[in-house]
């Protein structure tokens, strides 16, 4: 497996520097590009010996939520013009996150909140498929949403909408706070795309003293094959110490 970080493209030299293989990006800040700077990322991007294959943070912050008025008509119209950016940068994975734009009032009766998820991942799948790229469903927390919370939850709108290019992502963090057991990799593996870790009861930094098993879930994802990449996404106080603390552990944990 390959390791990377989730991170601006600011810090492409540091992290290629430590010896990560890729780098993910965010998808809102690329929606932002004209094509003069989607050149430049380009050419920053191409022929490194870090790569980017995937973006995250799908929906941008000025778009409404899901269940507003216009929402998905809205959201359609910013796929269509954001895909073909991803294509052309050779982005092939994208995340779709965006914990508050999928969040519904907590009276909406559950048939619409299901059909509107349901709308939009259609949507979101068809211009991906166009552009050659995958979109992954990143299960959060209830902290952060309250639509997509498990690798369960996410796998059912997979099911069955059974479309080729939506596939599921499990985020160590979020798969930790919603108690999820190891045996969901297992049981959905086939369908697991993409993967981000972390230290998962802060949010933080991985390092060789930190309770959590990361051996364990690493070996989870090869046993069904999983043959992605590990994305680091998390942070802290001092950054740089950081990402060179967790570099090690990450690749021990590949390694293994």
């Given at each position: 497996?390959?390791i990377g970080?989730?991170?601006?493209?600011e810090?492409?030299?540091?992290?290629?520097?430590?010896?990560?293989?890729?780098?993910?990006?965010?998808?809102?800040a690329?929606?932002?590009?004209?094509?003069e700077?989607?050149?430049?990322?380009?050419?920053?991007?191409?022929?490194?010996?870090?790569?980017?294959?995937?973006?995250?943070?799908?929906l941008?912050?000025?778009?409404?939520?899901?269940?507003?008025?216009?929402?998905?008509?809205?959201?359609?119209?910013?796929?269509?013009?954001?895909?073909?950016?991803?294509?052309?940068?050779?982005?092939?994975t994208a995340?779709?996150?965006?914990?508050?734009?999928?969040?519904?009032?907590?009276?909406m009766?559950y048939?619409?909140?299901?059909?509107?998820?349901?709308?939009?991942?259609?949507?979101?799948?068809?211009?991906?498929?166009?552009?050659?790229?995958?979109?992954?469903?990143?299960?959060?927390?209830?902290?952060?949403?309250?639509?997509?919370?498990?690798?369960?939850?996410?796998?059912?709108y997979?099911?069955?909408?059974?479309?080729?290019?939506?596939?599921?992502?499990?985020?160590?963090?979020?798969?930790y706070?919603?108690?999820?057991?190891?045996e969901?990799?297992?049981e959905?593996g086939?369908?697991?795309k993409?993967?981000?870790?972390?230290?998962?009861?802060?949010?933080?930094?991985?390092?060789?003293?930190?309770?959590?098993?990361?051996?364990?879930?690493?070996?989870?994802?090869?046993d069904?094959?999983?043959?992605g990449?590990?994305?680091?996404?998390?942070?802290?106080?001092?950054?740089?110490?950081?990402?060179?603390?967790?570099?090690?552990?990450?690749?021990?944990?590949?390694?293994e």
């Open positions: 497996m390959k970080v989730c991170s601006p493209i810090r492409q030299d540091l992290l290629e520097n430590l010896g990560y293989d890729q780098l993910e990006l965010s998808i809102g690329i929606s932002e590009m004209n094509e700077e989607l050149s430049e990322l380009k050419q920053r991007i191409v022929g490194r010996k870090i790569r980017v294959t995937s973006a995250n943070c799908m941008h912050g000025s778009l409404p939520q899901l269940c507003q008025d216009e929402g998905l008509e809205k959201v359609s119209k910013y796929l269509a013009m954001v895909m073909p950016k991803l294509q052309y940068l050779g982005i092939t995340v779709f996150g965006s914990g508050w734009h999928r969040r519904m009032p907590d009276d009766p048939e619409k909140r299901h059909q509107i998820i349901r709308d939009v991942l259609v949507i979101m799948e068809g211009e991906a498929r166009k552009n050659g790229v995958t979109v992954v469903i990143e299960p959060l927390n209830q902290k952060e949403t309250n639509m997509l919370l498990t690798t369960e939850e996410a796998m059912g997979i099911k069955e909408l059974d479309l080729p290019n939506l596939k599921l992502l499990v985020d160590l963090y979020h798969f706070c919603e108690g999820e057991p190891l969901r990799i297992y959905y086939p369908y697991i993409h993967v981000h870790i972390v230290e998962p009861s802060k949010r933080t930094f991985m390092r060789k003293d930190d309770d959590y098993d990361y051996g364990a879930f690493v070996k989870a994802l090869r069904v094959g999983y043959v990449a590990l994305m680091f996404e998390g942070g802290g106080d001092d950054y740089d110490k950081g990402i060179a603390e967790t570099y090690p552990v990450m690749r021990e944990a590949v390694a």
